[in-house]
């Protein structure tokens, strides 16, 4: 573990270690870039999953939607922290009031198995 992130990247990273350490990153998890952009606590920050390992990096220049334009990743997910944290009704609301944009809806399947180690 590190502790060079906060917020929801430090989120992120522990549930991507965990997967990790119990394989699952390894068996389940493609080699991908992730990009996320919490809109109400920005910057966003990228997840780079490679050869079974996984790092991330803050994007400071990462405030708005509208930046994602500017970004190379291979999926991405904007959306306000409650829908985040809101567990999978929330999840759900958001996505029918079109408030969280994605990028790839493969994202979601990711973002279940890391969900699910807490």
Request: hydrophobic fraction near 45%.
């Amino acid at each position: 573990m590190t502790a060079l992130f906060t917020g929801f990247p430090a989120l992120i990273y522990s549930g991507l270690w965990t997967l990790k350490t119990v394989g699952i990153l390894e068996r389940e998890l493609p080699n991908t870039s992730i990009t996320f952009l919490i809109t109400d606590a920005p910057p966003g920050f990228k997840v780079i999953i490679k050869d079974d390992d996984f790092e991330m990096e803050i994007l400071d220049g990462l405030e708005s939607v509208e930046d994602l334009e500017s970004v190379q990743t291979d999926m991405y997910i904007a959306l306000p922290s409650h829908y985040l944290l809101g567990g999978t009704e929330g999840f759900i609301k958001g996505m029918s009031d079109g408030v969280i944009n994605i990028k790839n809806n493969k994202i979601l399947m990711i973002l279940g198995k890391i969900a699910s180690v807490f």
